[in-house]
C-alpha cells in the first residue's frame, strides 16, 4: 500500500529558529514529491522535486530529494510568525493518476 | 495568474440529499482531481479524471459518487445520498498534464456539512 509519512507531526519554534520537516515514503511508480504549506484552506504550492540531490530554494524555504533513501527534507531558516501553517508532503505516483499525501506537519512559530 | 475556481464556498445539506460541488479548473489542464480533508485529518484522495472519465479512484469514492465534465470548463463532484461522515473540505485541483512533471494547482475548498 503506498504511504506518505511526515515526521514531526507537529512543531512549536520560536521566531528566528531554523526547522527541518521530514516526509518519507513507499510509492510504486514514483514520479515527483512536492511540498505544499496549508494556512486556512487551500494548499499552496512550495516545491516539486524530481531529482536526488539538488536543492530547490525560495527566500527562506528549501528542499532537497533523496530517492535511493525515499525521503525529502524542508527545511525553513529563520521562521516567521507568518510561516506558521500545515506542510504538507505529496508524491505523484504514475503520470496524472494520483498524489497521495501525507497526514502534514503543524507548525507553529511563535514571536 | 490562472487559477482553481470552486462554488459553493460552503454548502450545508440534510443527510440522504444529493449535492453537487463544482469546479472551474485551469483553461488549458488536461488532469483533474477530486479531494477531501476531514476536519483536523489528512488531504485524501478521492477521483482523477483524464480524457472525459475517470483514471483512478480511492476506496472512499464509491457509488455514491460520480464526477462530471458537463462541458469544457466545470468539473462536478456529485454526492448521491449524503451521509454525515461525507461532512469535509472537498478540494478540486488540475495538471497540466502537458510536461513531463506536474505541478497540482488546487482550488480553495468547498466546505460541506451534513446535517
Known amino acids: 500500500e503506498d504511504k506518505v509519512v511526515q515526521s514531526p507531526l507537529s512543531l512549536v519554534v520560536h521566531e528566528g529558529d531554523t526547522v527541518t520537516l521530514n516526509c518519507s515514503y513507499e510509492?510504486?511508480?514514483?514520479?515527483?514529491l512536492l511540498w505544499y504549506k496549508q494556512e486556512k484552506k487551500a494548499p499552496t504550492f512550495l516545491f516539486m522535486l524530481t531529482s536526488s540531490g539538488i536543492e530547490k530554494k525560495s527566500g527562506r524555504l528549501s528542499s532537497i530529494l533523496d530517492k535511493k533513501e525515499l525521503f525529502s527534507i524542508l527545511n525553513i531558516t529563520a521562521t516567521q510568525t507568518g510561516d506558521s501553517a500545515i506542510y504538507l508532503c505529496?508524491?505523484?505516483?504514475?503520470?496524472?493518476?494520483?498524489?497521495?499525501f501525507g497526514p502534514g506537519t503543524r507548525l507553529s512559530v511563535l514571536p | 495568474e490562472p487559477e482553481v475556481t470552486q462554488t459553493p464556498s460552503h454548502q450545508v445539506t440534510q443527510m440522504g440529499q444529493e449535492v453537487i460541488l463544482r469546479c472551474v479548473p485551469i483553461?488549458?489542464?488536461?488532469?483533474f482531481y477530486w479531494y477531501r480533508q476531514i476536519l483536523g485529518q489528512k488531504v485524501e484522495f478521492l477521483v482523477s479524471?483524464?480524457?472525459?472519465?475517470?483514471?483512478?479512484k480511492s476506496e472512499i469514492f464509491d457509488d455514491q459518487f460520480s464526477v462530471e465534465r458537463p462541458d469544457g470548463s466545470n468539473f462536478t463532484l456529485k454526492i448521491r445520498s449524503t451521509k454525515l461522515e461525507d461532512s469535509a473540505m472537498y478540494f478540486c485541483a488540475s495538471v497540466t498534464g502537458t510536461g513531463l512533471y506536474n505541478e497540482q494547482f488546487f482550488g480553495p475548498g468547498t466546505r460541506l456539512t451534513v446535517l
Open positions: 483553461s488549458n489542464h488536461l488532469y
Open positions: 510509492v510504486t511508480n514514483f514520479r515527483s
Open positions: 505529496a508524491v505523484e505516483r504514475d503520470y496524472g493518476q494520483n498524489f497521495v
Open positions: 479524471f483524464y480524457n472525459n472519465e475517470i483514471s483512478e
